[in-house]
C-alpha cells in the first residue's frame, strides 16, 4: 500500500470522527435545552392544575 493512499484513509477518519463529535454535540445541546423546556412547562401545568383544584370538594 503506497503512502499517499494510507494518509487518504487517516484522513478520511479523522474528518468521519471529528464530524461525528461536532453532530453529536449538536445533538445533546439540542435535547439538553428541549428537556428542561419541557420540565419548566410541566411543573408550570402542575401549579397551574394544582391551584385550579376547589379544596371544598
Known sequence: ME???FNFWIL???GVFILT???F???AV???IGGFRDIKRLF???KE???SIDPSD
Open 3 to 5: 503512502t499517499g493512499s
Open 30 to 32: 439540542w435535547v439538553t
Open 12 to 14: 478520511l477518519w479523522k
Open 25 to 27: 454535540t449538536g445533538m
Open 21 to 23: 463529535i461536532w453532530i
Open 49 to 51: 392544575s394544582d391551584q
Open 44 to 46: 408550570a401545568r402542575l
